[in-house]
């Protein structure tokens, strides 16, 4: 086998478990384990993976893709989470709920955009540009748009106003994404200034839903926003691995998947 064919193998592995170890490509591949710390070596210089002690991760923990780059990963599956997360908002009946940024709460926002609440308006906060703009034709909503500095690779606002723009007011439900969610580490983002309006969000909130696709699961991204106790709800695509579930089950997290 080809060098190239390898390092094909070694990332659809990657793509489907997020880690892979020495042993076990040396094992499947039929080559020396020298073999494969050189092709995972050259993989890391390409930019394709993080090396770990025994194997390598999915660089995407750690590495943040602009919008447009995420938009187009997983989509069947953040379609699925949204249409599962619109029907627990049905049943909850809440008369206000805050919105994060990201892509799998965008796929939420397309469908609240034509959602009619039972009764009355529904109060939406969100510091999300394109969710705003998403939103603000939907006259059974009432949109609330948090300010701040507005990031390029999220299109969101972040700081202090963003802090204080949550911290004024108590919502019903928020429903927030993470780049990274495992048992010991809980949810987490690339970059600080999000992180932390994600927890300002979650501490406004009387209950908490993560909306998180599966390629999310055990993986740890950069800084922590809320630990598995701060969440009530998870939505995804896939019911989790058996240390995650076991973590989540602890911590009393319910697990929904469409």
């Known amino acids: 086998m080809y060098a190239t064919e390898r390092h094909a193998r070694i990332i659809d592995e990657l793509d489907a478990a997020g880690r892979v170890s020495?042993?076990?490509?040396?094992?499947?591949?039929?080559?020396?384990?020298?073999t494969i710390r050189r092709d995972l070596d050259a993989l890391?210089?390409?930019?394709?993976?993080?090396?770990?002690?025994?194997?390598a991760v999915r660089r995407s923990s750690l590495v943040e893709l602009n919008l447009g780059e995420r938009e187009r990963r997983n989509t069947p599956a953040k379609r699925a989470i949204a249409g599962k997360a619109l029907e627990l908002l049905v049943q909850a009946a809440p008369a206000a709920i805050s919105v994060d940024a990201g892509t799998t709460t965008r796929a939420f926002a397309d469908l609240l955009a034509e959602h009619v609440p039972a009764e009355g308006l529904l109060d939406v906060?969100?510091?999300?540009?394109?969710i705003v703009l998403r939103l603000q034709d939907n006259r059974a909503l009432t949109v609330h748009a948090v300010g701040g500095v507005v990031r390029p690779e999220t299109s969101a606002a972040v700081g202090q106003p963003a802090l204080d723009?949550?911290?004024?007011?108590?919502?019903?439900?928020?429903?927030?994404?993470?780049n990274g969610l495992s048992g010991g580490f809980g949810l987490s983002t690339p970059d600080e200034r999000e992180a932390a309006v994600k927890t300002a969000m979650v501490r406004a909130a009387r209950r908490t839903v993560a909306l998180v696709d599966s390629s999310k699961h055990d993986e740890e991204s950069f800084v922590r926003f809320a630990e598995l106790a701060d969440v009530d709800v998870l939505v995804?695509?896939?019911?989790?691995?058996?240390?995650?579930?076991?973590?989540?089950?602890?911590a009393g997290v319910e697990v929904l998947v469409p």
Do not use: K
Not at 125 to 130: E, I, S
Not at 165 to 178: E, I, K, P, Q, S
């Open 22 to 34: 020495v042993a076990s490509l040396s094992r499947d591949l039929d080559v020396t384990a020298e």
């Open 44 to 55: 890391e210089a390409a930019g394709a993976l993080r090396r770990v002690h025994g194997g």
């Open 125 to 130: 906060v969100t510091h999300a540009v394109p």
């Open 165 to 178: 723009g949550f911290a004024r007011m108590r919502c019903d439900l928020a429903f927030v994404g993470a």
């Open 236 to 250: 995804t695509d896939r019911e989790p691995g058996r240390e995650l579930a076991a973590a989540l089950d602890a």
